[in-house]
C-alpha cells in the first residue's frame, strides 16, 4: 500500500502524470504483467517480490515507464576455481547474450548473460536484481530463482555474506530506501517459505516436529488466484513507517536503511 509524498505526488503533477496508491550458478528471472515467474532447477533458492500498488512509483518518481522482457531472463554465473584447479568454462560474447563453453564438451549454452570468475555481487545486483526492483516499482511482479549442483554459489550470489551481501539484502534495502524516499507511507509485507519435493514449510514460524514437512496443523498452500500468487496460511510480516524500530523522526535513506536492518534482522532469527 502506497501513498506518495507531496514532494512525489508535485513531480508526478509536473509531468503530467496522477499519483495512485568453477561451478555454475543459473538465475533465472522472469517478469510478467501483475504475475511473477520465473524457472525451475534443482535445489532452488528464491526471492519473490511484488508490489501491491507498485504502478503508483514510477509514476510518482517522475521516472519513464520501461516494458520488462517478454521472455524469462537466464543469467548464468561461474564459481572461481580453487588453487587445485584451473577454470574450464570460457564466456564467448555473441549476438543477443552470452554463450558458455565447457572444456571437453561440444555443445555450448546460450544465456541471456554470463558472469566470469572475478564478477562482484554487485556485478550480479545491477543486472539481475534492480531491473527487477523497478518492475516491481512499476507494478508488475517479478521472481528470481538460483539454481545448479551443490556447490555451485546459490547461497552466497542469493545471500552473500555480512561483507559481501547477496542479491536478497541488497534487493531488501534498495526497496526500502527506494519506497521511503518517494512515499509518504506505505506497507511492505513479507513471507518467507521453502518448497521441497511439492512441499511447502513456513520458515518465518518454523515447526518444532520431528518432520517439519508433515507437522500438524493448517498446510501451507501456493496457489494463483487470477492476480497474483497467494501463499495461504504462512505467517506474514508487515513493515511500514512505524516498524522502524519506533524511530519515526527517520526520512529517505535513514529509514530505508532502519526498515531493511529490520526486516532482515527479523528473518535471520527465525
Not at 533465472?28 to 503508483?56: C, F, I, M, N, Y
Not at 518492475?135 to 528470481?144: K, M, N, P, S, T
Request: net charge neutral; hydrophobic share 40%.
Amino acid at each position: 500500500r502506497l501513498r506518495p509524498s507531496p514532494a512525489a505526488a508535485m513531480a508526478a503533477a509536473v509531468q503530467g502524470q496522477t499519483p495512485s496508491g568453477g561451478a555454475l550458478t543459473t538465475l533465472a528471472q522472469g517478469v510478467h504483467q501483475r504475475l511473477g515467474a520465473g524457472g525451475a532447477g534443482e535445489k532452488p533458492q528464491a526471492t519473490d517480490v511484488a508490489s501491491a500498488a507498485g504502478e503508483a512509483a514510477g509514476a510518482a518518481a517522475g521516472k519513464s515507464r520501461v516494458a520488462p522482457p517478454e521472455r524469462v531472463q537466464v543469467v548464468c554465473r561461474v564459481r572461481p576455481s580453487d588453487e587445485y584447479a584451473s577454470s574450464c568454462v570460457s564466456i564467448l560474447e555473441a549476438e543477443g547474450g552470452d554463450v558458455i563453453q565447457v572444456e571437453g564438451m561440444q555443445r555450448t549454452f546460450a544465456v541471456t548473460k554470463a558472469f566470469g570468475e572475478d564478477s562482484a555481487q554487485t556485478d550480479v545486483f545491477d543486472y539481475v536484481g534492480r531491473p527487477a526492483l523497478d518492475y516491481i516499482l512499476q507494478g508488475y511482479g517479478a521472481c528470481i530463482f538460483a539454481y545448479g549442483q551443490t556447490g555451485s554459489g546459490k547461497t552466497f550470489t542469493m545471500s552473500g555474506t555480512p561483507s559481501s551481501p547477496g542479491l536478497t539484502p541488497r534487493i531488501v534495502r534498495a526497496l526500502f530506501s527506494s519506497l521511503a524516499s518517494q512515499f509518504a507511507d506505505f506497507t511492505v509485507a513479507c513471507q518467507y517459505v521453502e518448497v521441497y519435493m511439492e512441499k511447502v514449510r513456513d520458515l518465518l514460524s518454523p515447526s518444532q516436529a520431528r518432520n517439519p514437512w508433515d507437522a500438524r496443523g493448517p498446510k501451507i498452500a501456493v496457489r494463483f488466484d487470477s492476480k497474483r500468487v497467494q501463499i495461504d496460511n504462512a505467517k506474514r510480516l508487515t513493515f511500514g513507517r512505524g516498524a522502524a524500530d519506533g524511530k519515526a523522526e527517520l526520512q529517505g535513506a535513514a529509514l530505508g536503511d532502519a526498515l531493511s536492518d529490520r526486516v532482515l534482522r527479523d528473518v535471520e532469527a527465525a
